[in-house]
């Protein structure tokens, strides 16, 4: 143990140095306990209160939070250095959380009961209580225009920094390089367990375990999908997982030379069979399909081969749009159709910002050409010209894959997991936090701050079990 201390020390000197603008050396490489698993000692020195797996936002918070003097506590991490993700969140800047109060943020995690069982973790550690940590730590925030909260300084780094300090000052020991292959439970006197958590450079026990290994996007950040894997081994199982906050591919795609434009607040309908799902937001025309907030969080509910349809003009204004065109004909009878759908925006009728190119596409596709005098309109002409202004079909041929999703959608069943404690209420002694479950947000900061509440929810349940067992 002496050796340990001293060897965490000596990192942690060097993790001062160079806090700034690297990563700290202190946790890149594999070298800490190295020697004594290799010394042949008992594995009963290898042996934690607590194990967590994954040195990502929910991991480390975790770590931090349940440290209670006297007590083990390891981080293993399969990257050569912990936060690979959170370093890249928000561009590198790091949207760690949403400005309004714990129901607007709840009602941000879909609509499928992921609200109510994150509740208790929101309200336990909510988004004030966020940005008072890292305040408390230096890290100041700023609230940007719509409610994301970042950090002042724009560093994702500077998140990360605090985090690796407080892991340094707490004594929570973070081992890198080290990829969990398995877990083996044994369970021991009193309906106990005990973990038997296994990687490529060794072995380590535990009688606590959380598994922190967050989803499937972003594989190249460490985030691989394995948790899925040791949640299932140890009797839990897995709610069908899949990319979210992604964009999506379109078939026979008309908008490609369009890609750019973007459209606030448009009215998105989802059509599988019949329609399931209306849904808001802001919109941007990719080369190969759709992007933008609005198609980010409705993602979670897409699925390849479903029908959009894009809202130009509210479908509510169907009749009052016939009857414009009608009255148009009438009194502008000589004004091609082009210019006269360019007064549209200007008139009673609410519409996303009709762009001349985006009219000249949509009158191509509604059949007729974009110098058609007003008064030559026949009703088929004007039909599908209003067909395609109020809801615009296109197939979904793919969603952009777990390379590109920012999240994953699925995980860890939900109902296997007590929401106060997040503990599993199948195997005594484990713990599941952050991206693992079946939790997703929107996008706006709602997945970092799901992850650092359910990694404190869980810190604090495993601190106050620690404090009653040892009185
Ligand atoms: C490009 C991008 C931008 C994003 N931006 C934002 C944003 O601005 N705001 C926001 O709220 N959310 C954002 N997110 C989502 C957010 O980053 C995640 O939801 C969050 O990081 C999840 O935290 P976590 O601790 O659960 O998992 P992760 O951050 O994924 O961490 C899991 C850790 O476990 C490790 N691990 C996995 N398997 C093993 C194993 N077998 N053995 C050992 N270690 C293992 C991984 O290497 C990883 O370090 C973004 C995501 C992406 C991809």
Redesign the pocket.
Known sequence: MAKLRKKNSSMQDGMQDDKQDSLPKAYVGDELFQDELSSGKEESQCHYDLII?????????CGINAMLVGKKILI????NS?????L????G?????HDGNIQDLLDHYGDKGQGRFLRPALLGFTNNDLISFFKSKGLEMVREKGG?IFPKTGR?RDVLNILMEQCREKEVVIKCN????SITRNEVAGNESDFLVS?KGGSYRSRLLAI????R??PA???????YR?AEILGHRISEIGPA?TPLLIKDYPFSDLAGLSFPDMKISLYRHAKIRVHQGDILFTHEGLSGPGILDSSRYIRAGDILRLSFVPGDKRKALEEWLVNKARQDGGKNILSALADLSHLELPTVPLYPRLIKRILEISGMPSDLQMAQLTRENRSSLVDNLTGFSLVVSDLCGYNT???TRGGVERKEIDPKTMQSRLVKGLYL????LDV??D?????????FS??MLAARSIRSNWMKSDN
Do not use: R, W
């Open positions: 797996i994954g040195a990502g936002p929910s991991g480390l918070f293993l991490e399969k990257k912990p936060g690979h993700k959170l890249i969140s928000g561009s800047q790091c949207n760690i959380t994301k994702a080290q990829a969990v292959m990687c922190a290994t967050g989803g996007s972003y950040t460490g985030s691989s999908g394995e948790g040791f906050l999703a920012m999240v936090v952050g991206e693992v997703d947000g996008t706006g900061g709602y997945n970092l701050q799901a992850a359910t990694g």
